[in-house]
């Protein structure tokens, strides 16, 4: 689907097959094409059926990237059409894992919130915020959404703030404040008679509208290509002319981070790796009629990986292994 069709011209059902058709000719990338149809499923309103793909995704022989978010996904359907007692049970499962990926914590958070179910969707975000942010000053682009659902349950409970919620209000970047987006008054002000408060409404829904237009405009990280010491060698023995773009592996490690850090200098949010294959790159390179020796192909290999949804954000979590893939911890590692 055309990410600038109008949702009123999508045939849910339509799309839905044709992923799970794709997912069956491209096997490596079925964990994403079969969440994405299973997504639209549930907007066709065929939640059963939406119920079934995630489920064969847990049930496949072959180990998910991400098991946490299709679990939470799963949960959230279930409880949409009155299995309220397995979703709460698979919640349960995936706060209890603790996943590094803020995704599964921000969806069983929001389920939790959409029930009415305030102080438990509470506790989640403030678990993931705990795990995943902790004293971060400048929190990871992926993080952001944990802080703004805590930032927005906790107006609702009507708490004062604390760090985290300013910590959520350096970080958002709308000209509306987060106190007035997340006012619980809100609702309120859409039935008056008042021309002014019906004026700043209108003011706050253009800043979410911007808000989610940002977010859309980048749907994936802006990612930078990782190749594995195995794979570099192979891909320089069997392209000569790539010698000059990696003189080894460890000046290619050493390029990723140092590139992935100006990009953040910049005020680039959203950053990822993207891991390359040479198998991978060689079929790229043939789909687009191109010699996998040019230079020139390696961005565009790159954002190609990071749209099917094979993008690691950086930098890693607080704890969390480097990305290099050497086991060490990031922070004694690239991260120091």
Known sequence: MRPDTPEENVDHIAEAARLERTAGLYPEDAEHLLVQA???????????????????????????????????????????????????????????????DPAPWVIVAESLEAHDELEAAHETFTEAARLLVSDAQEPPYSTHPVLYGRHRVRRMLGVAHDDW???????????????????????????????AELQAEISRLRAELGAFRQALSRPFPVAVLHWPAGELAELVAAYPALADEYPSHDDHLATIEASLR?????????????????????????????????????????????????????PPQRGAACWCGSGAAYEGCHGK
């Open 165 to 195: 919620d300013r910590l959520a209000d350096s970080v958002h970047s709308s000209p509306v404040s987060l106190d007035e987006l997340h006012d619980p008054k809100r609702v309120w002000s859409l039935g008056s008679d008042n021309p």
């Open 38 to 100: 299973s997504a639209h499923w549930e907007l066709a309103g065929d939640r059963p059926a939406a119920t079934a793909l995630y489920d064969r995704l847990l049930q496949s022989p072959t180990d998910l990237d991400n098991p946490h978010l299709v679990r939470a996904l799963k949960a959230s359907n279930l409880w949409e059409y009155g299995h309220e007692a397995e979703a709460r049970a698979i919640i349960d499962g995936v706060r209890a894992a603790g996943p590094r």
């Open 262 to 314: 100006e990009l953040a200098a910049s005020g680039t949010a959203n950053l990822g790796i993207v891991t390359g294959t040479v198998p991978s790159y060689e079929a790229f390179a043939a789909s687009e009629g191109a010699s996998p020796g040019e230079t020139e192909l390696l961005p565009q290999y790159a954002t190609t990986l990071a749209a099917r949804g094979l993008a690691v954000g950086w």
